[in-house]
C-alpha cells in the first residue's frame, strides 16, 4: 500500500461497477426502510400520547394554589 492513500481504497477499484450500483441500493433502501420505521414510530408515539381529554388548566391551578396554601399553613404552624 502507497503512502497517502485510505486504508480500503485499493478494495473499492476491484468491486465491478455493477456490483457497486447494487451495494449502494441496497444501503438506500435499507437507510430509506429505517426513517420509514422511525417517522412510523414516532408517528404511534404522538397518536397515543393525545389520548383521553385535554388537562383542565383551571382545575390544575386551582389544585396547585390549594396545596401551596396547605404547605403555608403548614409552616406557620411549625414556628
Known amino acids: 500500500m502507497t503512502r497517502g ?3 480500503g481504497e485499493d478494495n473499492v477499484k476491484s468491486i465491478k461497477p455493477q456490483v457497486l450500483a447494487a451495494i ?3 444501503v438506500q433502501a435499507y437507510l430509506a426502510a429505517e426513517e420509514e ?3 412510523a414510530a414516532a ?3 404522538a397518536a ?3 389520548f383521553g ?5 383551571w382545575g390544575l391551578a386551582g389544585r396547585q394554589g390549594a396545596m401551596q396554601l ?3 399553613m403548614q409552616r406557620r404552624s411549625l414556628r
Open 37 to 39: 420505521a422511525l417517522q
Open 48 to 50: 397515543a400520547a393525545s
Open 43 to 45: 408517528f404511534s408515539l
Open 24 to 26: 449502494s441500493g441496497a
Open 53 to 57: 381529554p385535554p388537562p383542565n388548566l
Open 5 to 7: 492513500k485510505a486504508r
Open 70 to 72: 396547605r404547605v403555608l
